[in-house]
């Protein structure tokens, strides 16, 4: 199984900044990264991911990187918005069926 | 569209009772999943299945059970609820697929335990 760590548990950002997620993990045969993002009172839902055989994806404002030497990719948001501001999971895949989380990231967009 | 349906938005119970938390999906996915959500602590992850009548132990699988008599069902059970299981409590489920494995959410029940 993983183990997975986050940084920073929070962020505040104002409107049009940037904002960057860390999270690192353990299993050096995993081969999935995603992103969730869960907005108050909803439920997580996927926004972007990556393989292990790509470095760097883009859908728009958000942006996943990934670096497997270090064991660690990072979710990247430009231009912010108030819709930004959400709670947001990274959850590595190993080769087991385990789907842990991370701890989340709380990202505040200030108008 | 992808349904993940858990059978109660709300739910209050009395300590000592037993609890049934059920979870539906449509997708025909191998895989669910069961949460607890609680403030900075995240998505803690208490049991998951692989199969029918698979299970094994998440993170923090004490104080609950869970059963998986069809696919597409799965199901948390409390034993014996206590004030420290009071929480929101998120089913997921997702394919076996290597290139899909996206995890898909239900609404969560918000347990309360008094």
């Known amino acids: 199984g993983e183990n997975v760590e986050q940084h920073p548990s929070t962020l505040s950002v104002q409107e049009g900044d940037s904002a960057v997620i860390k999270c690192t993990y353990s299993?050096?045969?995993?081969?999935?990264f995603p992103w969730y993002k869960q907005e108050l009172g909803k439920r997580p839902q996927l926004i972007i991911d990556?393989?292990?055989?790509?470095g760097e994806k883009k859908d728009q404002r958000i942006a996943v990187t990934l670096n497997k030497t270090a064991k660690h990719f990072s979710l990247h948001i430009t231009e912010t918005q108030p819709e930004d501001s959400a709670v947001y999971f990274c959850a590595p895949r190993g080769n087991d069926y385990k789907l842990s989380f991370g701890a989340g990231t709380t990202v505040t967009v200030r108008a | 569209d992808v349904k993940v349906t858990q059978s109660s938005r709300y739910l209050v119970k009395r300590t000592g009772e037993k609890v049934f938390l059920e979870c539906v999906q449509d997708?025909?996915?191998?895989?669910m999943f069961w949460y607890r959500q609680d403030p900075g602590l995240g998505l803690r992850l208490i049991y998951f299945?692989?199969?029918?009548?698979?299970?094994e132990k998440g993170d923090i699988p004490e104080g609950y059970s869970v059963s998986r008599e069809k696919k597409e069902r799965f199901s948390l059970i409390l034993e014996s609820a206590s004030t420290n299981q009071t929480s929101m409590y998120l089913c997921?489920?997702?394919?076996?697929?290597?290139?899909?494995?996206?995890?898909?959410f239900g609404q969560g029940t918000r347990l309360t335990v008094v």
């Open positions: 997921a489920s997702s394919p076996q697929d290597r290139l899909n494995t996206e995890a898909f």
């Open positions: 299945s692989y199969d029918v009548k698979m299970k």
């Open positions: 990556i393989r292990s055989n790509v």
């Open positions: 299993d050096s045969a995993s081969n999935y």
């Open positions: 997708m025909d996915h191998e895989n």
